[in-house]
């Protein structure tokens, strides 16, 4: 209850009660209800984005003791062997991602310097908590050819802060073998990761978005088809 201060009322000569003293509270008011914000909805992602060219990311990398800025953008949309690709361009490489952004290679000046068969499923959709996929596959290079085992598992919805703003996000971690390990963001208004944390060896790095640039999207493209079994 609220203290209140007592009042005197002062009686009559003739009065049946002489100095009593009553008190000038009004009933106390209960206090009011403390407001709990609502939970985020948990995010998910159904289908793959679409990428157009000149969508492009710039990320502020931290790769030990070095930053550096990174961009990626898409260039084109390039069909090889009967299977359309998204070309990304990243300092000189060209990379290669499938409709459902699986990556197959990468390569410089049309020469391979990197491919994966069959390409890595960076994602799988529908994408949301608790989903887990598996890929085994060849991986090639010019020093040689090694197979290449890889889990994956979307572990979190999560609200995460980069340079470029406040997201929410699905968290996907991603071992391969001991080889890597990988966690990374989907934020689905970017069409891509907002964060990259992993590992190379010894070496730890981190790419936090600083700059989404979605190309014009007048008129909505078709989607593109993802395979539907988990």
């Not at 550096?68 to 290669?96: D, F, M, N």
């Not at 929410?168 to 390990?181: F, I, M, N």
């Not at 966690?183 to 600083?210: I, S, T």
Request: aromatic share 12%; net charge positive.
């Amino acid at each position: 209850r609220w203290p209140c201060s007592p009042r005197s009322t002062r009686t009559s000569p003739g009065s049946a009660s002489r100095g009593r003293r009553g008190s000038a509270c009004s009933p106390a008011q209960p206090p009011a209800a403390l407001s709990v914000a609502a939970p985020l909805p948990q995010v998910r992602s159904d289908e793959p984005p679409e990428w157009r060219p000149g969508d492009a990311w710039t990320y502020q990398s931290k790769a030990g003791i070095e930053t550096q800025t990174r961009i990626l953008a898409v260039i084109e949309i390039r069909e090889i062997g009967g299977v359309r690709y998204y070309v990304v361009q990243s300092e000189g490489s060209e990379h290669y991602y499938t409709m459902d952004l699986r990556w197959a290679g990468a390569a410089r000046d049309r020469r391979v310097e990197a491919r994966i068969t069959p390409p890595l499923p960076w994602f799988a959709w529908p994408l949301d908590v608790g989903r887990r996929w598996s890929h085994k596959g060849i991986y090639e290079e010019p020093s040689g050819k090694r197979e290449f085992d890889t889990e994956f598992a979307v572990t979190a919805s999560e609200t995460i802060e980069v340079p470029a703003g406040r997201f929410q996000s699905l968290k996907v971690d991603r071992e391969s073998a001991g080889q890597y390990s990988d966690e990374y963001w989907y934020v689905p208004e970017v069409r891509f990761y907002a964060r990259w944390v992993g590992r190379r060896g010894n070496v730890d790095f981190d790419w936090k978005l600083e700059h989404y640039r979605a190309a014009s999207r007048l008129i909505p493209g078709p989607r593109p088809s993802a395979p539907s079994g988990r």
